[in-house]
Structures are given as structure tokens and as C-alpha cells.
């Protein structure tokens, strides 16, 4: 299939500037392979506007459509509303060549030749299911405004089955249009690599020109040698799932060792580096510790087991039970650690949490691991100061009767305990003489096995881990 060159005249919501013209050979995109294609994204949350920013990047003419006013305005402005290394400055670039625009108003969208649907599908409240009403609403508006004969590429991670819908919906509502399912496999943090450098690309059609379009929109990386596996759009699905289940299993994992390992005083770091050198097993992904958070592993586990009831397989995803409660369990075994090592009682006495967000180099407190920690040793009577480089205005706002401190140094003054729960570089490199200085107990509970054990010790420090045996 060999699609026109789209045109960008008159009134175009994006002329093409002389200079985004130049720009294409910044790429290295030769004049036979570039092939500029019109973009749309709705959903311009973390996967969206790094997506959409992204496809801008290789040459393409992108609108995110975002319904939150605030939120396209703001992108639209260059502010971008979440802490992404590496996305402010393409950000601004980008739009600065003026191929990329966001707004509020899906018309736009109506003479595109792909629209991708990176709206959340978060977990329903009271249930393990996800809330697909986004991904639905996106369908529909697509049928309302689309004009052109678009791709409609969905990336948002769904029950498997969810593209079967959104086929028969376009099929009866919109007819020109075609659905393709692209799962996306970025990681917060280092979302711009993953988008412009994906270790596959997975594309779930239903014909030919679908995959055509799809390899001229991913022309960069595919020239780069990045796999593309084509499949069906029930194969599409699960590898999401799957790919975020394995994910989470391993990390479950060796955190089950973990449990083992403090019972008979073993150290599960090791253990971890051991079987890990094992290139079947390999070491990513058993960093042992307060266990998985987010907006990712743990509902995507959930609305997985909730599929599987519902097809009559639940029997085969049983096991996502106990990677669940594992999970769950490391939080409370921080809780229980922190008061033995207390004497017993918490109240009144001052915990230092270093790390808010669920992860380093992130913003995001989605289901964050280290502040449930922080909650639960607040609501135990605790006087719990907490500290993040980027998640204390987000987690104030979840959790406001938390003591904030901006920087690690002013939330160790007269600490009484120090709960290491988001392994962010900085804290990595405190320097244990200056913090013993500055405490009132020297002691230390490393949630994230990410310390040197024996610098703390030899600074005077009681120094405990999850999983590692107590000296
Ligand atoms: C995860 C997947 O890694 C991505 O491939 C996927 O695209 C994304 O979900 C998604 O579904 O959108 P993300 O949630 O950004 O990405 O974070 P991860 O790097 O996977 O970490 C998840 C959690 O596991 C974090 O809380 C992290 O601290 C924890 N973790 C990770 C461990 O406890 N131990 C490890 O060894 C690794």
C-alpha cells in the first residue's frame, strides 16, 4: 500500500515551518524513507505526550487530544505535568519545529492517517477489573470525527478482548476506519528511550495495510533492527499483561526469598546475584526490597486475574494471587521492622522516609510502595517526615497531614530512624558520616537494598535491610 503524502495547506491546524523541513535530515531519515504522516493521540497522560512528542521527533505532524483543559494548554506551553528525564526539553524542541500541537478540541483529529488511544485504563474502586470507560470514550469519539480513512492504533493496556469490541464499534459507527492493536512497554523514567528505541514492536492487525502503515510510522527504529512481531489483536493484548505479569512475578519472587532468607539469616542480594548470573534466569528484575508500585504492575496484575474469571480461566492466573501478596506483605514487614527496631512502639518517635514516588527518576506516587510505608507508620502515631527530589508536592496533596521535607538533609535532623524507600541516586550517595551527624539515633532500615551496608556500619550505624541478616 503506498499512502499519498499527506498535505498541509491553507487553514492546516499545523503548517509545516521551513525550518521543521530542514529538520528531517537531523534524523538521519533519508528522502525515500521520510514519509511524513498526519498523527493523532488521545490521552496526553505519561504514555500519550511522550508518544506524541516522540513521533514528532522522527518527522511526523502530531495533535495530542487531551480533554483536560488545563493539561493541553499547559503541554501546549511546554509545561509538562509530570517529571520525565529527559521530555521538557523535547518537549520544547518539538513544538518549536511546529509539528507538534496539543488541545481540547477533537477536530483536529479528522483528517489524520493514525490515531493512537493512549487513554489510562485504571483498576475499577472495589474491584480487581480495569475501568475500560476511556478507552470506550475514545473509540466513539474517533467514529464521531474522523473523516479520513485512519488507522486507529490503540497502545492503552486493556483486557484482552477490548480490540474485538472496538473493531465491531467502528465497524457499525465509522466503517472507514481500521483498528490496529501497538502495546506500549515503556518504563516511567526512561519513557523517551523506550518510545524512540523499543526493545520490539508488537503489531496486532487484522490486515496487511494495516502493518504497511504501521512500519512507516515506526520507520526509524525498524530501520535500527527493532523486532516487530505481527499478530492477532488477542496476542497483541496478552503481551502487554503477560509482559507486566512475568515482570511482576519475578520481582515476587525474589522477594519470597526474601522472607525465606530473613528467617534463617541469609542475604537474598546474594542469592539475587547468584542465580541471576544464570543467563536463564538473569539478575534485571530481582532487585529485592519494598516490592512493585505504580500505575502499571500491580493493576495490571489484578485486571489480568479479573479477565481471566471472567473467560473461566481463572484457575491458569491464580498464582498473580500470591505475586499480589507477596508484594503487599513487604510493605507491612518495612512496618513491623521499623518497630522492632523502634523498641517496639512508634509513637511520638521521628522516622526520616527517604523517597516518595514508586520509583526513582519519577514524580508518580501511583500506588507508591514508600508511601503507604510513610501512611501506615503516621497512622501508627509516628512523627514521619518525608522527602522526595520530585513527588512531595504530589504526595502532600494524597497524603497533607505527612511532614514534608525538601531536601534528604532536613528530614534526617533529629531523626530517630531512617527508612530508605525509593533508592533515587542522591540517596544512594549520602554520605553516612554527615547524616550520623545530624540524627538523633543512628539507625537505618534500607527498604531497597541499595546502600553499602558496611560504610553505614563503620559510621556507626545499626544497619538493616529486607531479606539480609542482621550483624
Ligand atoms: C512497567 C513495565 O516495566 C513497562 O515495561 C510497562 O510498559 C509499564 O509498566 C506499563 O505498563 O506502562 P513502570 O511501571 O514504569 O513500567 O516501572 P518498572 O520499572 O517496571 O517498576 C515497577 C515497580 O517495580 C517499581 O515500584 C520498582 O521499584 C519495582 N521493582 C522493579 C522492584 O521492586 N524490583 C526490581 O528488581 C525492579
Redesign the pocket.
Known amino acids: 500500500m503506498v499512502r499519498q503524502p499527506t498535505r498541509y495547506g491553507g487553514t492546516n491546524w499545523l503548517a509545516e515551518s521551513e525550518s521543521a523541513a530542514r529538520d528531517r535530515t537531523h534524523f538521519g531519515l533519508t528522502q525515500e524513507r521520510w514519509h511524513q504522516m498526519k498523527i493523532g493521540v488521545i490521552g496526553c497522560g505519561?504514555?500519550g505526550a511522550v508518544h506524541a512528542a516522540c513521533m514528532s521527533t522522527v518527522g511526523h505532524q502530531v495533535y495530542g487530544y487531551e480533554i483536560d483543559v488545563a493539561k493541553a494548554e499547559g503541554l501546549n506551553s511546554a509545561r509538562t505535568p509530570f517529571f520525565e528525564p529527559g521530555f521538557d526539553e523535547m518537549l520544547s524542541e518539538q513544538l518549536g519545529t511546529g509539528r507538534l500541537a496539543f488541545g481540547s478540541d477533537p477536530q483536529p483529529l479528522a483528517d489524520c492517517d493514525a490515531v493512537f488511544i493512549c487513554v489510562g485504563t485504571p483498576q475499577l474502586k472495589g474491584e480487581l477489573a480495569a475501568d475500560t470507560r476511556y478507552v470506550t470514550a475514545a473509540f466513539e469519539t474517533v467514529a464521531d470525527v474522523v473523516r479520513s480513512n485512519a488507522l486507529i492504533i490503540g497502545k492503552s493496556?486493556v483486557p484482552v478482548g477490548t480490540a474485538d469490541r472496538a473493531s465491531q464499534l467502528l465497524a457499525e459507527r465509522a466503517p472507514h476506519l481500521t483498528v490496529a492493536w501497538n502495546?506500549?512497554?515503556?518504563?516511567?523514567?526512561?519513557?523517551v528511550k523506550?518510545t524512540l528505541r523499543p526493545d520490539r514492536l508488537v503489531f496486532g492487525v487484522e490486515n496487511e495495510g494495516s502493518e504497511e502503515l504501521l512500519r512507516e510510522i515506526y520507520a526509524d527504529p525498524i530501520a535500527d533492527g527493532c523486532p516487530v512481531l505481527v499478530t492477532d489483536f488477542p496476542t497483541a493484548e496478552l503481551v502487554?499483561v503477560a509482559?507486566?505479569s512475568f515482570?511482576?512475578t519475578?520481582?515476587s519472587f525474589?522477594?519470597a526469598m526474601s522472607e525465606v532468607c530473613e528467617v534463617v539469616g541469609a542475604d537474598v542480594t546474594q542469592l539475587a546475584d547468584a542465580i541471576g548470573y544464570d543467563a536463564r534466569i538473569g539478575r534485571?528484575?530481582?532487585?529485592?526490597?519494598?516490592?512493585?508500585?505504580?500505575?502499571?504492575?500491580p493493576k495490571?496484575i489484578r485486571a489480568f486475574m479479573a479477565r481471566a474469571g471472567e473467560l473461566g480461566v481463572d484457575q491458569a492466573l491464580s498464582f498473580l494471587r500470591e505475586v499480589d501478596a507477596i508484594n503487599m506483605r513487604r510493605r507491612s514487614r518495612m512496618v513491623e521492622m521499623a518497630h522492632e527496631q523502634l523498641g517496639g512502639t512508634v509513637i511520638g518517635q521521628r522516622i526520616a522516609v527517604l523517597g516518595a514516588a514508586?520509583?526513582?527518576d519519577?514524580d508518580?506516587i501511583r500506588?507508591?510502595?514508600a508511601l503507604n510505608v510513610a501512611a501506615q507508620l503516621l497512622l501508627r502515631g509516628a512523627d514521619v517526615v518525608v522527602t522526595d527530589p520530585q513527588a512531595v508536592e504530589n504526595a502532600r496533596r494524597k497524603w497533607p497531614d505527612l511532614t514534608f521535607a525538601d531536601t534528604p538533609m532536613e528530614a534526617l535532623q533529629k531523626a530517630d530512624l531512617i527508612l530508605l524507600l525509593?533508592?533515587w541516586d542522591e540517596y544512594k550517595q549520602l554520605d553516612p558520616q554527615q547524616v550520623g551527624a545530624v540524627v538523633r539515633h543512628k539507625q537505618i532500615i534500607d527498604g531497597?537494598n541499595a546502600l553499602d551496608p558496611q560504610s553505614w556500619r563503620d559510621a556507626g550505624f545499626v544497619y538493616r535491610a529486607l531479606g539480609r541478616p542482621r550483624v
Open positions: 505519561y504514555l493496556t502495546p506500549e512497554f515503556l518504563r516511567e523514567g526512561k519513557a523506550d502487554k509482559a507486566n515482570l511482576a519475578k520481582i525474589i522477594n534485571s528484575f530481582l532487585g529485592a526490597g519494598l516490592g512493585f508500585g505504580g500505575g502499571c504492575l495490571d514508586f520509583k526513582p519519577s508518580d500506588d507508591s510502595p525509593t533508592e531497597r
